[in-house]
């Protein structure tokens, strides 16, 4: 009895683990099915060999590979973006998978006696999560010992101080400027996210140093459609690569703190280059009596101009304040100007030598042709109004009227003015209406634009009416306006902040300061100052604001850009930080802050 039992036991149990056996090969046999759960892989790739070994010296000049093996298969990511030779070849080396390695060849002879380094940046990752490897660089020479100095940088939007990522840095042994222009660097670094550089492998000799957006991947600057910055001295290396320095770990780009504040041997500034070649551009006939040209350099230089067609005493020209663009109107009374206009321009031009030649041109200007709307639109408006209304736009930003006042701006330039016909009336909460004493001033860029500036302070709960009578003003085809009027009050909510500001140290430089958005690239307020100063920007909503300030060094109220040929740099800006370190104003509801500035401080 014990016997059959014992075997039945056994039995089972043999049964049981037969059909465990099964289930196993047949769950191994299934090679399509995925698995099912796991730990996630979160581990980067692990480089195993790499051949031949990095810091080799005699390194063939040409047909040898680099090879790379990790412990797992991986995949390369924008290889042609992440990884940077320097110095760099006129084409760009092959870099591909093959298995569990990465296979470096170059398409070109590798040059004498130079020291080469390979960064591959962020472009190895692993093939199942996406796992980074950490920034690897691989070092050797073609000579017979590798150079060994290290140098840092920064760079920056010269405008808005934002660092920025992916800017090609290059050192040049040639110093002349046809090199920056015509040669490969002599060493070059990507920046990376934080705009922070680490450039390897140089030499104890003096480099000219330029940075360049580097749009077409070249690794050559091109002024036409790239930015720059450029440092204005010659620069020497001095900073031996050690194992273990500060320059050469790696930092984690999502660690802020960490990543800002890494050290630098110097900061770049990068900026759109004024042009430097002059020529017509473009030009353009915009309607009967207003022209347009364009040129491709700030201040142009001309000797004389006219119209075959038209009288010289019958022309008004106007150059912006950059003295790019200019404006050309014929006046006259309603006769009609003929459709074709020969324009002849005579003015200093570059020539093939780069040398800038007095020339003359001549230019068609044709009368530009509408379009059945525009002149169906033109025949309604006529039927409802007489023939030669002069149009007035006005417009007045309650906030800002205190100190932009109200602007009026018309589609030709003003021939005659009655100030009289010009009224500015003030309405109490209960009514009361009174005459309010005004300045009108002519933009002395625009000759179509004037701004109406209350003399007086305006009061909160006050309407503010700024009235033009019919026939105020007259432009230069004698058309004049038909009556019109505008109405503003002074914004009033207990949810407006204010910012004040003192602003010392100026030693009758000229600063522009501008209250402007976090993200650096919207102007709220702006005020020139050639002294001393106390600035109050009213009426904010609540939010988050910068201040930033400008050395504006010719005085004309913009920020200048700057010209490599010339060393001359864009103008300097800044922003004001505030004690606690941070150059944001977090301003909230209702809020007054006052903050004192002193230019020289921040200009250091």
């Known amino acids: 009895m014990l016997m059959n039992q014992f075997r039945q036991t056994y039995t089972l149990i043999i049964i049981l683990i ?22 996630k892989d979160t581990l980067a790739p692990v480089l195993v060999k790499v051949t031949p070994d990095s810091n080799r010296v005699f390194f ?55 020291t080469y380094s390979v960064s591959f940046n962020n472009s190895i990752v692993d093939n199942n999560e996406g796992n980074a490897f950490y920034p690897y660089r691989y070092v050797f020479s073609t000579g017979d010992s590798i150079d060994s100095l290290i140098s840092t940088a920064d760079i920056v939007d010269a405008a808005t101080l934002l660092p920025l990522p992916g800017i090609t840095l290059a050192f040049y042994e040639n110093h002349s400027d046809s090199s920056l222009y015509n040669q490969l660097p002599s060493a070059i670094s990507k920046s990376d996210k934080w705009g922070h550089f680490v450039i390897t492998n140089l030499k104890p000799v003096p480099y000219r140093v330029i940075a360049f957006s580097d749009e077409n991947g070249n690794n050559i600057y091109n002024p036409e459609n790239e930015k720059l910055a450029f440092l204005d001295t010659l620069f020497t290396p001095s900073k031996i690569m050690k194992r273990g320095m500060a320059e050469l770990a790696y930092v984690d780009p999502k660690d802020t703190t960490a990543s800002l504040a890494r050290k630098s041997d110097f900061r770049l500034y990068l900026f759109r280059e004024e042009a430097s070649r002059q020529f017509v551009k473009e030009y353009e006939r915009l309607s009967e009596r207003e022209c347009y040209i364009k040129f491709n350099a700030h201040n142009a230089v001309i000797d004389s101009l006219g119209f075959n067609e038209i009288d010289s005493n019958q022309i008004i020209k106007k150059f912006n304040i950059t003295r790019d ?27 093939s030598l780069e040398n800038l030649v007095m ?36 417009d007045a930003n309650p906030a800002l009227v205190e100190k932009e006042g109200f602007k009026l701006e018309f589609p030709a330039p003003i021939e005659s003015i009655l100030i009289d016909s010009i009224k500015l009336i003030s309405l109490t909460p209960k009514g009361q209406e009174a005459s309010e004493k005004f300045k009108l001033k002519a933009d002395t ?111 004309n109220g913009i920020l200048d850009s700057g010209l490599l040929k010339e060393r001359r740099q864009p103008e300097m800006v800044r922003l004001y930080k505030l004690p606690s370190g941070t150059e944001i104003f977090d301003l909230k509801e209702g809020m007054e802050l ?9 200009f250091r």
Not at 66 to 92: D, Y
């Open 18 to 39: 037969s059909i465990g056996l099964i289930n196993l090969f047949q769950s191994c046999a299934n090679t399509t099915a995925p698995p099912s759960g796991g730990v």
């Open 60 to 114: 063939p000049l040409k047909g040898e590979k680099i090879e790379l093996k990790f412990n797992e298969f991986i995949v390369l990511k924008e290889a042609e973006k992440n990884i940077v030779v320097s110095p760099p070849q006129a084409r760009r080396v092959e870099a591909k998978v093959r298995g569990k390695s990465v296979i470096v060849q170059f398409r070109d002879s590798l040059n004498h006696n130079t």
């Open 325 to 351: 663009s200019l404006t050309i109107w014929i006046k006259g009374d309603t006769k009609r100007v003929p459709d074709t206009l020969n324009f002849s321009i005579k003015y200093l031009k570059t020539d």
């Open 359 to 394: 020339t003359r041109e001549n230019f068609r200007f044709l009368i530009p042709r509408k379009s059945r709307q525009q002149e169906q639109r033109e025949k309604e408006r006529k039927k409802d109004s007489r023939p030669n209304i002069l149009e007035i736009k006005l």
């Open 445 to 555: 860029l625009e000759l179509r634009r004037y701004t109406v500036l209350p003399e007086n302070r305006l009061q909160q709960g006050y309407d503010y009416i700024l009235s033009v009578d019919s026939r105020a003003f007259t432009d230069i085809s004698g058309n004049y306006n038909d009556s019109t009027a505008i109405k503003i009050m002074l914004p009033k909510s207990d949810k407006l902040g204010r910012i004040d500001l003192e602003i010392k140290g100026s030693d009758g430089g000229s600063y522009v300061v501008e209250l402007i958005n976090q993200a650096r690239d919207k102007v709220f307020r702006s005020y020139r100052i050639t002294s001393d100063a106390i600035l109050d920007f009213p009426y904010l909503e609540p939010g988050k604001y910068s201040i930033r300030v400008f050395k504006d060094t010719n005085g």
């Open 594 to 602: 006052s903050q004192g500035i002193d230019l020289k401080e921040i």
